[in-house]
């Protein structure tokens, strides 16, 4: 499988704050990219998919993607508790996903 | 988002049963399922690819023998472990999506936690 880098945190932010992950690729021809978020025990869930340069958002979702610096980001704005879980950076390269580790994330109150 | 059942969601059996899994796309023909293995605290690894009516493509170090993968319709898959030992205990979830391109999401499988004792 390609390389997919997250920071594995645990990235802890207070509640209504922003939390920022980011994610780095090594595959240059992967056309898309995701974010899932999974909680403890359950399989993962898609929050978010970018296809092309720049920034999109959902809800409190922003997804960034830059391909020349094969860099793809989510910010998730006014954190609240629920937010808590890990969050999983997929690529996707030769038709199939690629993982990276997971970044925690921590919201606490 | 389209949704995928998969089947048992947990499992507990002997050492050296074989153990199914099933994985089914309920609204839309899944052209491809992907199943993947999560240990605790890591991320999830591709074990194999399926194709509706062909042969599953396995990744390097994922012994085809042992992990039986079936894709007999554009709606279900199916992960047989057989011989199971205790080192198989692990979060099974297969995924799936439409046309298996490059645009295509994959949904999720709520995942099965397989025990072997």
């Known amino acids: 499988q390609k390389e997919v880098e997250q920071n594995s945190g645990p990235l802890s932010v207070p509640e209504g704050a922003i939390a920022s992950l980011n994610c780095t690729y090594s595959?240059?021809?992967?056309?898309?990219f995701f974010w899932y978020r999974q909680y403890s025990g359950k399989s993962p869930e898609l929050i978010m998919s970018i296809y092309s340069n720049g920034d999109k958002e959902d809800g409190r979702f922003t997804a960034q993607l830059n391909k020349a610096s094969q860099y793809v980001s989510l910010l998730i704005r006014d954190s609240q508790p629920s937010d808590s879980a890990t969050y999983l950076c997929?690529?996707?390269?030769?038709?199939?996903?690629?993982f990276g580790a997971g970044t925690t994330v921590t919201v606490r109150a | 988002g389209a949704v995928v059942s998969q089947h048992p969601s947990w499992v507990i059996c002997k050492s050296g049963t074989s153990v199914k899994i099933e994985c089914r796309s309920l609204d839309f023909q899944a052209t491809t399922m992907f199943w993947y293995r999560q240990f605790p605290k890591q991320s999830l690894m591709l074990m194999a690819t399926s194709n509706e009516g062909s042969k599953a493509t396995y990744e390097q170090g994922v012994e085809k023998d042992k992990f039986l993968i079936n894709h007999a319709s554009l709606t279900l898959s199916t992960l047989t472990v057989t011989s199971a030992h205790p080192e198989d205990s692990s979060f099974y979830i297969c995924?799936?999506?439409?046309?298996?391109?490059?645009?295509?999401?994959?949904?999720f499988g709520q995942g099965t936690r397989l025990t072997v004792v």
């Open positions: 995924s799936a999506s439409a046309t298996g391109g490059a645009w295509t999401e994959a949904f």
């Open positions: 595959d240059r021809v992967s056309q898309s």
């Open positions: 997929a690529v996707n390269s030769d038709y199939k996903l690629s």
